[in-house]
């Protein structure tokens, strides 16, 4: 029996109880029922300013930590809020590490937009944007726009709209066939 294909989630936010977090969580609850594995990073706040000066050995651990989750992940999941028609800094941040290194390079990467609609699309521009100079390999049927609003939160903090869920399972049955490939 084969090991299942396992996916970083990614959050952009450093917001406690933030919607994007929460369609991550999800997405980590979920992706046993699509047989697949999924691992939900946690290492935003840690992680150093970028520097190009410190792209170099030794990193810094948590930049060590991070391109180390991204390699043995056969995909990447991203969902991220917009800020001032961006990504958050501190993402970007996370972001601009992955540059100098080569884990990310073909590696399929998509993400969910949980933004109200008509909202967000900055931040994707700027993913498709740096995703681009990292070589990232976007699986386009899986980037998606999922509006999630906190009346979708069960008491668990997970997303409890079945159609939601729904669509989840299949973003993560799309990335990890793309990471099978």
């Known amino acids: 029996m084969s090991t299942p294909p396992v996916i970083l989630l990614l959050p952009g936010s450093l917001r406690a109880g933030s919607s994007n977090e929460a369609v991550l969580r999800t997405a980590y609850a979920l992706a046993s029922d699509v ?34 989750a991204i390699e043995r992940a056969a995909g990447i999941l991203i969902c991220t809020p917009e800020y001032a028609g961006t990504l958050p800094g501190s993402f970007k941040n996370l972001l601009d590490w992955t540059v100098g290194g080569t884990e990310i390079s073909d590696k399929p990467v998509a993400w969910v937009n949980a933004a109200a609609p008509g909202r967000g699309g900055g931040a994707e521009a700027t993913l498709r944007t740096v995703l681009g100079y990292t070589g990232a390999a976007i699986v386009e049927p899986a980037c998606v726009k999922i509006p999630v609003d906190r009346g979708m939160l069960g008491a668990d903090g997970l997303i409890a709209d079945a159609g939601v869920r729904r669509q989840l399972a299949e973003v993560l049955g799309l990335l990890a066939a793309a990471g099978l490939d």
Not at 46 to 64: G, I, K, M
């Open 35 to 68: 047989r697949i594995g999924a691992v939900l990073y946690d290492g935003l706040a840690e992680l150093p300013h970028f520097n190009p000066d410190d792209d170099t050995d030794p990193l810094p651990v948590p930049v060590v930590e991070l391109r180390a």
